[in-house]
């Protein structure tokens, strides 16, 4: 199946956006994704209010919390197509004044159907925005920075999920629980209004090749998005490490609860601090990625292993350690170096697949994120803990990032070929 991708998409976009311009694009468009969470989280906190209010079961609240990832998971990749070829600046705008109206909705709603209603929209907004804002911010800066700017990027949602639930629960408490999702929904609405009037299609998204030219005319196939062993390598080997990302965040606060009898307010508070450990990592991984492997992608690719055996080594050592505060400061390191290969995974897939295309190949890496990580690890995790115990079921994770090394090490063989593979597509 070929995309038919518009001639206004290349990869030297970077090369004719003001370097304070590009950080003010990056900026609005990070605010955006701390919106997307925030709005997506915000709901957790005030379920104890829903539930007395409203009377609802526990299966109705997890409904509301899971309507939004159904919308995601089936309308990332789609809408991911559609950005790519009407406009990536445009529907970015559009996905953010759809879950900003859908939030201030469920802050009115009346009761659980339309309160579902306005939650499903909050999805459908929020769908593709992770793997179209990426795309922006890739093509505004050079690759010698990407690393970084991918990690800083997606360190947003975890932060923004953090802020969703502690600026939440201020709400809630202070205000009622309708006013945590409207002040969520202003937040939103600004942000969108500013992002509008700053950032400019014509800016970001016109041609730098003439219209006419060979290079304007190219559409590549979506079969693109898996035409080297590299990227599919990164697929795989990003997903199995976020397997260990994702079982930790969901399983972290019941492990300090049952192992360290920490109430659950204590806990989820020291959960937060591991969230943001994921978050630092991010960005200050990306770094280092990029600064150690400039101009050498091979590099970049031996990093993301080396990220992987880090963490896996590290929550080996953990988890053989007594409870207490060492343990704790060792699965937070874990943490960090697990968030790192964010930076290297996402600047590869950007490197490794056609430019006209990156929003695709985003969602393309998300949802393999997604299935092969975030969605089975809480799962698996649950049931080897019914089994043997969390704590022993922990000891367990370090399995995924030792695969996940492996994998990408398919990548650092390849990678070099099949970058030359792919240029030579682009400009055949």
Not at 94 to 114: F, N, R
Request: aromatic share 10%.
């Amino acid at each position: 199946m070929a995309m038919h991708a518009p001639s206004n998409i290349s990869d030297d976009t970077w090369q004719r956006i003001p370097r304070p311009y590009a950080w003010a694009v990056f900026a609005l468009t990070f605010g955006l994704l701390l919106s997307d969470y925030m709005s997506r989280q915000v709901l957790n906190v005030v379920f104890p209010m829903l539930k007395t209010e409203w009377g609802l079961s526990d299966t109705e609240l997890g409904s509301l919390s899971s309507v939004v990832n159904i919308a995601v998971g089936l309308l990332a990749f789609p809408l991911s197509l559609v950005a790519d070829r009407w406009g990536r600046i445009r529907s970015l705008t559009i996905m953010a004044a759809i879950w900003s109206l859908a939030t201030l909705i469920c802050g009115v709603a009346s009761g659980y159907h339309e309160m579902l209603v306005a939650r499903f929209f909050v999805g459908v907004g929020e769908a593709a925005y992770g793997s179209v804002g990426l795309a922006v911010v890739l093509s505004i800066f050079p690759q010698h920075q990407r690393s970084t700017v991918t990690g800083a990027f997606f360190a947003g949602s975890m932060i923004g999920s953090v802020l969703g639930i502690g600026l939440g629960g201020v709400l809630a408490t202070q205000f009622g629980w309708r006013s945590s999702f409207v002040g969520m929904a202003v937040y939103g609405m600004a942000l969108t209004a500013l992002y509008a009037v700053v950032v400019k299609p014509e800016r970001i998204d016109r041609p730098s090749v003439s219209e006419n030219s060979h290079l304007a005319k190219i559409r590549p196939p979506l079969r693109s998005l898996f035409s080297t062993p590299s990227v599919i390598s990164i697929y795989i080997g990003s997903g199995l490490q976020l397997f260990i990302t994702g079982a930790l965040l969901a399983w972290l606060p019941s492990y300090l609860n049952r192992y360290y009898g920490m109430s659950l307010p204590e806990a989820g508070g020291v959960a937060a601090i591991f969230v943001l450990s994921t978050a630092a990592g991010m960005p200050i991984c990306g770094a280092i990625a990029d600064r150690l492997g400039k101009n050498s992608p091979k590099g970049k690719m031996t990093l993301a292993v080396t990220f992987c055996l880090l963490c896996a080594t590290l929550l080996c050592i953990a988890f053989q350690l007594p409870l207490g505060t060492g343990q704790l400061v060792v699965i937070g390191l874990a943490m960090f170096f697990g968030g790192g290969i964010m930076g290297p995974s996402g600047t590869m897939v950007a490197n490794l697949t056609p430019p006209a295309i990156h929003s695709t190949a985003m969602a393309t890496w998300a949802l393999s994120n997604n299935l092969i990580g975030l969605a089975p690890g809480p799962f698996i995790t649950g049931v080897l803990a019914d089994r043997i115990g969390l704590g022993a079921a922990f000891q367990l994770l370090p399995l995924a990032g030792v695969a996940a090394a492996l994998v990408l090490l398919i990548g650092v063989r390849n990678c070099q070929h099949d970058l030359e593979h792919v240029r030579t597509q682009q400009f055949a």
